[in-house]
């Protein structure tokens, strides 16, 4: 995967221009982009699954799946949309709303077509750094793009 410049540049500044596996602190030419969860074990191209990492640490993890990573993509799911990077046009929503609900957001239910962050009230449904659909759970009610 050769991801866009604008989106390698986004990630190493959220890093901290460091390696998450060892801290490193990397020049962004030194710096590469480590799927998390690995795209040989159903990881996307999605922000919140592309780290950096220096080259030495990429190497040694491999296609392993680091145990927190459900947690990890939470974590930086929040963050793109925080940063305006994740977005979504669902005119249902306001953009306040959309972070509401982001924010309550405390499981991956699934990584498939798409990736589906849930919480007790909604499921958000993300592909190719949109938030394509949410729904509220236990209504009707559902968005579409």
């Given at each position: 995967?050769?991801?866009?410049?604008?989106?390698?540049?986004?990630?190493y500044e959220r890093d901290g221009r460091r390696c998450r596996f060892c801290a490193k602190r990397l020049e962004f030419h030194q710096a590469s982009l480590d799927h998390y969860l690995p795209r040989s074990k159903g990881g996307t191209n999605d922000i919140f699954n592309l780290i950096l990492s220096?080259?030495?640490?990429?190497?040694?993890?491999?296609?392993?799946?680091?145990?927190?990573?459900?947690?990890?993509?939470?974590?930086?799911?929040?963050?793109?949309?925080?940063?305006?990077?994740?977005?979504?046009?669902?005119?249902?929503?306001?953009?306040?709303?959309?972070?509401?609900?982001?924010?309550?957001?405390?499981?991956?239910?699934?990584?498939?077509?798409?990736?589906?962050?849930?919480?007790?009230?909604?499921?958000?449904?993300?592909?190719?750094?949109?938030?394509?659909?949410?729904?509220?759970?236990?209504?009707?009610?559902?968005?579409?793009?």
């Amino acid at each position: 995967m050769k991801p866009k410049k604008s989106i390698k540049l986004y990630i190493y500044e959220r890093d901290g221009r460091r390696c998450r596996f060892c801290a490193k602190r990397l020049e962004f030419h030194q710096a590469s982009l480590d799927h998390y969860l690995p795209r040989s074990k159903g990881g996307t191209n999605d922000i919140f699954n592309l780290i950096l990492s220096c080259k030495k640490c990429n190497k040694l993890k491999k296609s392993s799946i680091p145990p927190d990573f459900e947690q990890v993509m939470i974590e930086l799911f929040k963050t793109g949309v925080r940063d305006g990077v994740l977005r979504s046009s669902l005119p249902q929503f306001s953009a306040d709303e959309i972070k509401s609900i982001v924010e309550s957001v405390d499981r991956v239910e699934a990584i498939n077509r798409y990736v589906v962050f849930q919480s007790k009230t909604h499921r958000l449904y993300v592909k190719d750094n949109r938030i394509i659909k949410i729904v509220h759970i236990g209504t009707q009610t559902n968005a579409f793009l």
